[in-house]
Protein backbone atom coordinates (compact mmCIF):
# COMPACT_ATOMS: atom_id res chain seq x y z
CA UNK A 1 0.00 0.00 0.00
CA UNK A 2 1.41 3.27 -1.06
CA UNK A 3 2.31 5.85 2.15
CA UNK A 4 3.79 9.26 2.91
CA UNK A 5 7.34 9.26 3.47
CA UNK A 6 9.21 12.08 6.02
CA UNK A 7 13.20 12.11 5.96
CA UNK A 8 14.64 13.16 8.97
CA UNK A 9 12.67 10.52 11.59
CA UNK A 10 15.00 12.87 14.19
CA UNK A 11 16.26 16.12 13.74
CA UNK A 12 18.44 18.48 16.24
CA UNK A 13 19.30 22.01 15.03
CA UNK A 14 20.58 24.79 16.91
CA UNK A 15 18.13 28.12 18.09
CA UNK A 16 18.87 30.18 14.76
CA UNK A 17 20.07 27.93 12.05
CA UNK A 18 17.70 26.84 8.83
CA UNK A 19 16.28 22.95 8.51
CA UNK A 20 14.32 21.85 5.62
CA UNK A 21 12.19 18.68 6.52
CA UNK A 22 11.48 16.42 3.81
CA UNK A 23 8.26 14.65 2.37
CA UNK A 24 7.60 12.22 -0.73
CA UNK A 25 3.40 12.21 -0.87
CA UNK A 26 2.18 9.47 -2.31
CA UNK A 27 2.39 9.54 -6.01
CA UNK A 28 -1.18 10.11 -7.31
CA UNK A 29 -1.87 12.32 -4.88
CA UNK A 30 -2.41 15.95 -5.52
CA UNK A 31 -2.77 18.30 -2.50
CA UNK A 32 0.13 18.22 0.20
CA UNK A 33 -0.50 19.37 3.85
CA UNK A 34 2.17 20.25 6.52
CA UNK A 35 1.02 19.76 10.67
CA UNK A 36 2.86 20.04 13.46
CA UNK A 37 2.49 18.34 17.20
CA UNK A 38 3.93 20.19 19.88
CA UNK A 39 4.45 17.28 22.84
CA UNK A 40 0.92 16.61 24.27
CA UNK A 41 -0.62 18.70 22.30
CA UNK A 42 -3.00 18.48 19.57
CA UNK A 43 -1.96 18.33 15.96
CA UNK A 44 -2.37 22.00 14.12
CA UNK A 45 -2.19 22.58 10.43
CA UNK A 46 0.13 24.59 9.22
CA UNK A 47 -0.09 24.71 5.46
CA UNK A 48 -1.85 23.31 2.38
CA UNK A 49 -0.54 23.61 -0.97
CA UNK A 50 -2.04 22.57 -4.42
CA UNK A 51 -0.49 23.24 -8.41
CA UNK A 52 2.78 24.78 -7.05
CA UNK A 53 1.43 27.32 -5.02
CA UNK A 54 -0.18 27.89 -1.42
CA UNK A 55 -3.83 27.20 -1.16
CA UNK A 56 -3.95 27.55 2.70
CA UNK A 57 -2.31 28.72 5.41
CA UNK A 58 -3.19 28.88 9.51
CA UNK A 59 -1.57 32.01 11.51
CA UNK A 60 1.57 29.30 12.78
CA UNK A 61 2.64 30.23 9.53
CA UNK A 62 4.63 33.02 8.99
CA UNK A 63 7.44 34.01 7.30
CA UNK A 64 9.91 32.17 8.50
CA UNK A 65 8.45 28.88 7.39
CA UNK A 66 8.27 28.26 3.31
CA UNK A 67 6.63 25.10 1.33
CA UNK A 68 8.88 23.71 -1.72
CA UNK A 69 7.77 21.15 -4.24
CA UNK A 70 11.04 21.19 -6.02
CA UNK A 71 10.64 17.94 -7.97
CA UNK A 72 7.82 15.65 -9.12
CA UNK A 73 7.86 13.76 -6.00
CA UNK A 74 9.46 15.79 -2.84
CA UNK A 75 7.64 18.38 -0.64
CA UNK A 76 9.67 20.41 2.26
CA UNK A 77 9.27 22.74 4.72
CA UNK A 78 11.91 25.08 5.49
CA UNK A 79 12.50 26.67 8.61
CA UNK A 80 14.60 29.96 8.10
CA UNK A 81 15.28 30.91 11.54
CA UNK A 82 14.72 28.09 14.18
CA UNK A 83 13.35 28.68 17.86
CA UNK A 84 12.93 26.88 20.77
CA UNK A 85 9.01 26.67 20.42
CA UNK A 86 9.52 25.39 17.13
CA UNK A 87 10.20 21.90 18.20
CA UNK A 88 7.65 19.39 17.74
CA UNK A 89 6.78 16.36 15.54
CA UNK A 90 5.99 17.89 12.15
CA UNK A 91 3.92 15.80 9.82
CA UNK A 92 3.58 16.18 6.26
CA UNK A 93 0.28 14.66 4.66
CA UNK A 94 -1.51 13.95 1.18
CA UNK A 95 -4.69 13.50 -0.89
CA UNK A 96 -5.98 13.49 -3.93
CA UNK A 97 -8.20 15.61 -6.07
CA UNK A 98 -11.13 16.91 -4.87
CA UNK A 99 -12.77 15.61 -7.81
CA UNK A 100 -12.93 12.33 -6.39
CA UNK A 101 -14.85 11.09 -3.77
CA UNK A 102 -12.13 10.40 -1.04
CA UNK A 103 -10.81 13.24 0.79
CA UNK A 104 -8.98 11.58 3.06
CA UNK A 105 -5.02 12.61 4.21
CA UNK A 106 -2.65 10.18 4.51
CA UNK A 107 0.02 11.22 7.12
CA UNK A 108 3.20 10.02 7.21
CA UNK A 109 5.29 8.96 10.20
CA UNK A 110 6.48 12.26 11.24
CA UNK A 111 10.00 14.54 11.97
CA UNK A 112 10.83 14.78 15.32
CA UNK A 113 12.55 18.47 15.19
CA UNK A 114 14.67 19.97 18.66
CA UNK A 115 15.74 22.94 18.60
CA UNK A 116 18.15 23.88 21.15
CA UNK B 1 -12.75 29.08 12.79
CA UNK B 2 -13.61 25.56 13.59
CA UNK B 3 -13.18 24.24 17.26
CA UNK B 4 -12.76 20.27 17.37
CA UNK B 5 -13.06 19.59 21.63
CA UNK B 6 -12.63 15.91 22.22
CA UNK B 7 -13.27 13.38 25.52
CA UNK B 8 -12.20 11.76 27.25
CA UNK B 9 -8.28 12.36 27.58
CA UNK B 10 -7.34 8.74 28.74
CA UNK B 11 -9.59 6.15 28.61
CA UNK B 12 -8.64 2.18 29.94
CA UNK B 13 -10.94 -0.32 29.16
CA UNK B 14 -10.75 -4.29 30.10
CA UNK B 15 -9.90 -6.28 26.79
CA UNK B 16 -13.28 -7.31 25.25
CA UNK B 17 -15.18 -4.18 26.53
CA UNK B 18 -16.30 -1.30 24.43
CA UNK B 19 -14.75 1.99 24.21
CA UNK B 20 -16.70 5.10 23.14
CA UNK B 21 -14.51 8.63 22.48
CA UNK B 22 -16.50 11.59 21.85
CA UNK B 23 -16.01 14.47 19.74
CA UNK B 24 -18.03 17.89 19.33
CA UNK B 25 -17.39 20.47 16.44
CA UNK B 26 -18.15 24.10 16.60
CA UNK B 27 -18.52 25.19 12.43
CA UNK B 28 -21.73 24.03 10.84
CA UNK B 29 -20.09 23.88 7.57
CA UNK B 30 -17.86 21.16 8.31
CA UNK B 31 -18.58 18.08 6.53
CA UNK B 32 -16.08 15.64 6.66
CA UNK B 33 -15.02 14.20 9.95
CA UNK B 34 -12.21 11.33 9.97
CA UNK B 35 -10.75 9.58 12.95
CA UNK B 36 -7.47 8.57 13.30
CA UNK B 37 -5.43 6.18 16.00
CA UNK B 38 -1.61 7.16 16.21
CA UNK B 39 0.70 4.49 17.77
CA UNK B 40 3.78 5.82 20.02
CA UNK B 41 6.70 6.84 17.13
CA UNK B 42 4.38 6.73 14.04
CA UNK B 43 2.15 9.22 12.31
CA UNK B 44 -1.52 9.65 12.43
CA UNK B 45 -3.35 6.45 10.36
CA UNK B 46 -6.67 7.07 8.65
CA UNK B 47 -9.34 4.31 10.86
CA UNK B 48 -12.48 5.56 9.80
CA UNK B 49 -14.62 8.29 8.29
CA UNK B 50 -17.83 9.87 7.70
CA UNK B 51 -19.34 12.40 5.77
CA UNK B 52 -22.07 14.60 6.72
CA UNK B 53 -24.97 12.94 4.51
CA UNK B 54 -24.73 9.67 6.56
CA UNK B 55 -25.31 8.94 10.75
CA UNK B 56 -23.29 5.94 10.74
CA UNK B 57 -20.70 4.30 9.23
CA UNK B 58 -19.56 0.93 10.10
CA UNK B 59 -15.95 -0.99 9.59
CA UNK B 60 -16.02 -4.43 11.85
CA UNK B 61 -15.17 -4.03 15.09
CA UNK B 62 -15.00 0.12 14.18
CA UNK B 63 -18.10 2.35 13.79
CA UNK B 64 -18.76 5.94 13.94
CA UNK B 65 -22.05 7.94 14.37
CA UNK B 66 -23.03 11.95 13.42
CA UNK B 67 -25.15 14.16 14.78
CA UNK B 68 -25.56 17.31 12.66
CA UNK B 69 -27.62 18.85 14.64
CA UNK B 70 -26.03 18.46 17.97
CA UNK B 71 -22.52 18.69 16.06
CA UNK B 72 -20.93 15.53 17.72
CA UNK B 73 -19.40 12.51 16.84
CA UNK B 74 -18.56 9.81 18.38
CA UNK B 75 -16.19 6.50 17.18
CA UNK B 76 -17.04 3.13 19.09
CA UNK B 77 -14.57 0.41 19.46
CA UNK B 78 -15.82 -2.93 20.36
CA UNK B 79 -14.56 -6.39 21.59
CA UNK B 80 -11.68 -4.59 22.42
CA UNK B 81 -8.07 -5.69 22.09
CA UNK B 82 -4.58 -4.45 23.35
CA UNK B 83 -3.58 -3.87 19.59
CA UNK B 84 -5.82 -1.23 20.01
CA UNK B 85 -4.05 0.98 22.35
CA UNK B 86 -2.98 3.87 20.76
CA UNK B 87 -3.98 7.88 20.80
CA UNK B 88 -6.82 8.21 18.81
CA UNK B 89 -8.06 12.00 17.27
CA UNK B 90 -11.01 12.89 15.26
CA UNK B 91 -10.78 15.82 13.24
CA UNK B 92 -13.49 17.95 11.29
CA UNK B 93 -13.23 19.44 7.63
CA UNK B 94 -14.64 21.15 4.74
CA UNK B 95 -14.88 18.62 1.39
CA UNK B 96 -13.47 19.52 -0.89
CA UNK B 97 -9.72 18.79 -0.70
CA UNK B 98 -7.44 21.71 0.27
CA UNK B 99 -8.55 22.40 3.44
CA UNK B 100 -7.44 21.72 6.71
CA UNK B 101 -8.31 19.53 9.12
CA UNK B 102 -8.99 20.76 12.99
CA UNK B 103 -7.88 18.15 15.01
CA UNK B 104 -9.28 17.47 18.72
CA UNK B 105 -6.74 16.97 21.73
CA UNK B 106 -6.70 12.89 21.94
CA UNK B 107 -7.69 9.86 23.64
CA UNK B 108 -5.26 8.20 24.85
CA UNK B 109 -6.96 4.65 25.15
CA UNK B 110 -5.15 1.68 26.82
CA UNK B 111 -6.98 -2.19 26.39
CA UNK B 112 -6.15 -4.00 29.64
CA UNK B 113 -5.64 -7.75 29.13
Redesign the interface.
Known amino acids: EPEVTQTPSHQVTQMGQEVILRCVPISNHLYFYWYRQILGQKVEFLVSFYNNEISEKSEIFDDQFSVERPDGSNFTLKIRSTKLEDSAMYFCASSRDSSVSTDTQYFGPGTRLTVL | GENVEQHPSTLSVQEGDSAVIKCTYSDSASN ?1 F ?1 W ?1 KQEL ?6 II ?1 IRSNVGEKKDQRIAVTLNKTAKHFSLHITETQPEDSAVY ?1 C ?1 A ?1 I ?12 TSLTVIP
Not at chain 2, 41 to 46: A, F, I, N, R, W
Not at chain 2, 96 to 102: E, I, V
Open positions: YPYGKGPQLDFASFPSGNQFYFGTG
